[in-house]
């Protein structure tokens, strides 16, 4: 029996707006109860069907700035106008209490969690082609031409941070990205620096 791991693994999941993160990690979490997904906190409006404190925790620009000045955020950017940002003590309470935790994050947030976590596993998502994504903002129906052509340019730009990334997921099927994404959370845990309390007994 293995016992419970000392520390969490810190998860960090970025990719373009339309590559479908959201459904791949719904996936992901449904198939792995082990995981903890932290919930961000934005200034945007909610999108049809999305819950405050499940999907995004909506919050005033105020408010916003009132967690950065109190230094709560464990990193915050802007995107396309709104503030995002992830909640430094609900992550720290669960990767000491030995819990995995999973950011989903754009590349400017990511680049600040790999300057304060190093040691966190850093996953891109990127669509079968570029062509593809075009079709899938195109098909969500929720934004203009003109915000799409912004989402497009901005992907262009968000691959270029590419190889500052440990893996590189293409989301083509759902189901084949989530168990690409299984398979490193897999042979991360394997790692021997994850495993040093089981060397104990044979020392």
């Known amino acids: 029996m293995l016992r419970k791991k000392e520390r969490g693994q810190l998860i960090v999941l970025s ?6 993160k959201s459904t791949v990690i719904a996936e992901l979490l449904g198939r792995r109860k082990d995981i903890y997904f932290s919930v961000s906190y934005t200034t ?14 909506f919050v005033t620009r105020e408010e916003f700035r009132r967690m950065i000045d109190r230094n709560e955020l464990l990193e915050y950017a802007e995107y396309v106008e709104h503030f995002y940002g992830t909640s430094l003590k609900a992550i720290q309470d669960r990767l000491e209490a030995g819990i995995d935790v999973l950011l989903d994050i754009e590349v400017q947030g990511a680049a600040k969690v790999k300057a304060r976590c190093p040691e966190a596993l850093f996953i891109f998502i990127i669509p079968p082609s570029y062509e593809e994504l075009s079709r899938r903002l195109h098909r969500r129906n929720t934004d203009s031409e003109e915000v799409i052509a912004g989402r497009l340019e901005k992907a262009r730009v968000e691959f270029r941070e590419v190889p500052q990334y440990d893996y590189l997921v293409i989301n083509d099927h759902v189901s084949s990205a989530v168990g690409e994404i299984e398979a490193i959370l897999t042979a991360a845990a394997c790692r021997v620096e994850n495993r040093r309390q089981l060397l104990a007994q044979f020392a």
Request: hydrophobic share 10%.
């Open 15 to 20: 990719g373009p707006s339309g590559v479908g």
């Open 44 to 57: 945007r409006q909610p999108r049809t069907g999305e819950q405050d404190g499940v999907n995004y925790n």
